[in-house]
């Protein structure tokens, strides 16, 4: 069955940045919203990024204009480019596909990729 595999994380100093990957291991056959989420250790796992299923995107306002969000749908792939990375922003980074014309029960996560960033 269709799996989300991300890819990319990694340790990084203050200021520097990574790009994570969401593969997609086979064709998705609706158009989903591809979320990002991180989660911290004793914290609430919150919100980064979606690209929605007509391409429009949004962010979190802490990582608005340091993070980009893509996709390549040739490759199943959305992407998340971190630049200016700060230590708050380390976490566990998890992709989700869901919503946009998926049937309500489809949804997709992936195993997670973690991003450690030292001051």
């Known amino acids: 069955h269709v799996q989300l595999v991300e890819s990319g994380g990694g340790s990084v100093q203050a200021g520097g940045s990574l790009r994570l990957s969401c593969a997609a291991s086979?064709?998705?056959?609706?158009?989903?919203?591809m979320t990002w989420y991180r989660q911290s250790p004793g914290r609430e796992r919150e919100f980064v990024s979606v690209?929605?299923?007509?391409?429009?995107?949004s962010y979190e306002d802490s990582v608005e204009g340091r993070f980009t969000i893509s996709q390549d749908n040739a490759k199943n792939t959305v992407y998340l480019q971190m630049n200016n990375l700060k230590p708050e922003d380390t976490a566990m980074y998890h992709c989700?596909?869901?919503?946009?014309?998926?049937?309500?029960?489809?949804?997709?996560w992936g195993q997670g990729t973690q991003v450690t960033v030292s001051s």
């Open positions: 989700n596909a869901e919503g946009g014309t998926c049937p309500s029960d489809f949804g997709l």
């Open positions: 086979e064709n998705i056959y609706c158009d989903y919203d």
């Open positions: 690209i929605d299923s007509d391409g429009r995107k």
